[in-house]
Every structure is written in structure tokens, then in C-alpha cells.
């Protein structure tokens, strides 16, 4: 019988990788899962939980859960650093004997970007449990084929759109989450995991009406999962408290002698400025880059960096939004993180020119940096 080796970060683990690793021990005939927490991965930012603490997690997740006896390995944690799968895998061969290497739908996806993903398929088959919104499987099945050989086993499964960044966020603003196993809520709840926040939500339902803090809420959702579905590699805290401050100063739009342009005060793009500005005083955020996301989440602007984009197109897409035509927007933006960007901007340039008055000029240089045939009609 094969063993499984099952890698991620586990941050935390939740329904879906539970689901998924027991459909391939179950297809595989497997009689052992090897669990492989990642240390520091390699293509995507590091883990909010300490490694410790997510390896727990994952034993807690999957030990009795999948019909097969569960090793959790903290090889990557001795190790430290040069944490590749095809580098892990040969070693686990080593350790183990046969092994199968599972991974998601959305990983067969995006392999071509990790360090030679064709030494991962000379070194044992691969089983892919597909999930929603990661591309067609069989295509890319036979795109994995025709690039590395090897052997690809696609499962009778379908994983539900879950990523850990979607569970983390919810965990952090005290929403409640169904996605995660009882064991892990248990644990969480017990070591008083994901309360770093609670200060801030606080704050924030004293200073937000229920319908701005749904928003910022489905903000935040909303710039996770478009971190994590094209692999920004954009830091999850980051993009956390950009997304959930951003529109912080919104229903605040007293001056309080802060320093915003002269040009914005009692327009519609003041809120960005001066929530950057009580985002620094209120809640005590230095980091430039963040700060600099929700300046210039309404506007946008030249050269925008990856996070600025990131909340400014989830703002636009954000999940709480369904009138025309932000569903198609979202889908876009789906599809092609930099497209659908440049498609939202489109949209609301034409929105504002059509309503008549001024465009505000940071999004004029917006427009002909990133849309010169726009703007120049």
C-alpha cells in the first residue's frame, strides 16, 4: 500500500483538506498519510500560527479522520530553509517507501511556478483532488502530462472554494467559522488563537454603522481570497488590516488637524486620505505600504504596488456589492488579477465622466498610466 504525503501549511487546516486526503486514501488504498507542514513555504508568504502550533493542528484535523494511520512530519521545520517538494519528496521516499504526493487543484495549477516541478513528477505519481474556482482539472491534467510525464491521478472529488486565508480572516474579526474541524475550533478556542484583533473590531463596530463594517468585512474577505487565488504572495496581515481599515474614516470625516490634500476636503476621495492618516492614529499602523493601500483605495494611482491593487479591486468587488456590473467585475478580476484591475478602473472612470464634474486628478494619471487609449477618447 502507498503512503500519502500530504504538504501545506495548515494555517489552519480546515473541512476541505480533511475531505480531500480522505478521498485519496480511500481511492489510493492508502494505509498511512504523511502530513508535511511547510516551515517557511517557498512560493507563498510565510505562516500566521507558529509552525509548532500548526502542526498540532493538523494532527488534530486528520489523526482517526481519514481511514488511514496519520504521521505528522516536522521535516521541514529540521530543515529550516530549502523546503522544495521535489527536494521534500525524495527524502520521504527515502523515509517511506512508496509514496503518492496529494495536492489541490488550484496547486497542479500554478506548479509551472515552483522549483522544478518536473523532478516532483519523476519522483512519484501525483494525486490532484480538484476544487471550485481552480480551473478545469482535466485540462490541466493533460497540460501536466504533455509538459512533465509522470503520473497524474485526478480523484472523484470536488473541493469547495476554502482557502486558509479565507478561515483566518474570519477567525480574526470573531465572525464564527464552520469550515474548520471541531477539534481545531476546540483548540483554537482553548489557546486563545486568532484574538489578535479583538481590540480593533471593537473599535471599529464604535465607529462604523452594521452596513460599512459588513463591507469592510466583505473587503476583507474579498482581498484574501484574490490573495490567495493567483498566488499574490502579498503578506496576510498586510492585507488584513489594509482591507479592514479601509474605509475606517468614512463615517469620521472630521479633519482633526490632520494632514490630508487641500483638494480632497469635501469630496467623495477624502475618506482615503484621512483614513490612512486615523489608521496610523486610532489604530496605530506604521507600515508605509499599508497605510499607503487605503490612501489611494478610491483614486487609485500611478505605479500602483500589488497590495494598492489588491485593496483597491477588492473594495470594488468586495462581496457585499451585486448591482450591475460588479458581478461581471468579480468574475474578471477572478480570471486575471491585473485585467480585471484595469477593467474596474475602466468602470469607474466611465462612471465618474458619465455623472459629470471632476474626476479627482490622481485618477485621471491612473487612467493614463494604465489606460491611455481611455483616456485619450
Known amino acids: 500500500m502507498p503512503t500519502i504525503v500530504f504538504g501545506g501549511a495548515f494555517d489552519p487546516p480546515h473541512k476541505e483538506h480533511v ?25 507563498k508568504s510565510a505562516g500566521y500560527l507558529p509552525f509548532a502550533t500548526r502542526a498540532e493542528l493538523a494532527r488534530l484535523a486528520f489523526e482517526g479522520e ?31 517507501g512508496d509514496i503518492v504526493y496529494l495536492i489541490g487543484g488550484d496547486s497542479l495549477r500554478d506548479i509551472g511556478t515552483w522549483r522544478h516541478p518536473e523532478k516532483i513528477f519523476r519522483e512519484c505519481p ?12 482535466a485540462k490541466l491534467r493533460r ?24 478561515v483566518k480572516a474570519e477567525l480574526l474579526m470573531g465572525l464564527g467559522c464552520d469550515a474548520v474541524p471541531q477539534k ?17 473590531m471593537e473599535k471599529l463596530r464604535g465607529m462604523e454603522s452594521e452596513e460599512l463594517l459588513d463591507h469592510s468585512a466583505s473587503a476583507v474577505m474579498r482581498a484574501v481570497d484574490l490573495n490567495s487565488r493567483h498566488n499574490l504572495k502579498q503578506d496576510f496581515c498586510k ?10 474614516a468614512k463615517e469620521r470625516p472630521s479633519l482633526d488637524g490632520l494632514d490630508v490634500p487641500e483638494d480632497s476636503v469635501g469630496t467623495p476621495v477624502l475618506h482615503q486620505f484621512l483614513g490612512a492618516e486615523k489608521a496610523k492614529r486610532d489604530f496605530g499602523v506604521t507600515e508605509t505600504d499599508i497605510l499607503d493601500a487605503i490612501r489611494y483605495h478610491t483614486t487609485a ?21 451585486e448591482y450591475d456590473p460588479i458581478p461581471q467585475l468579480r468574475a474578471a478580476t477572478d480570471a486575471d488579477f491585473e485585467r480585471g484591475f484595469e477593467e474596474v478602473l475602466a468602470y469607474t472612470y466611465a462612471k465618474l465622466k458619465k455623472k459629470g464634474g471632476r474626476v479627482y486628478p490622481l485618477t485621471e494619471e491612473a487612467v493614463r498610466y494604465y489606460l491611455p487609449q481611455l483616456a485619450a477618447e
Open 19 to 43: 475531505r480531500a486526503l480522505k478521498c485519496a486514501v480511500g481511492t489510493l488504498g492508502a494505509g498511512r498519510v504523511v502530513v508535511l507542514p511547510t516551515y517557511l513555504p517557498p512560493h
Open 66 to 96: 481519514v481511514g488511514a494511520e496519520v504521521v505528522v512530519d516536522c521535516e521541514e521545520e529540521r530543515r529550516g530553509k530549502d523546503n522544495y517538494a521535489y527536494v521534500l519528496l525524495g527524502e520521504m521516499k527515502k523515509r517511506y
Open 126 to 137: 501525483v494525486a490532484v483532488a480538484p476544487r471550485k474556482g481552480a480551473g478545469d482539472a
Open 143 to 166: 497540460k501536466a502530462l504533455e509538459t512533465y510525464g509522470g503520473e497524474v491521478i485526478m480523484l472523484d472529488f470536488e473541493g469547495d472554494d476554502v482557502s486558509s486565508g479565507r
Open 184 to 200: 481545531v475550533m476546540r483548540y483554537i478556542e482553548s489557546h486563545g488563537l486568532f484574538g489578535e484583533y479583538r481590540e480593533w
Open 239 to 248: 492585507v488584513f488590516e489594509a482591507a479592514l481599515l479601509h474605509d475606517n
Open 301 to 321: 494611482k500611478p505605479d500602483m504596488t500589488v497590495l494598492e491593487k489588491l485593496i483597491y479591486t477588492a473594495d470594488s468587488t468586495s462581496y457585499d456589492r
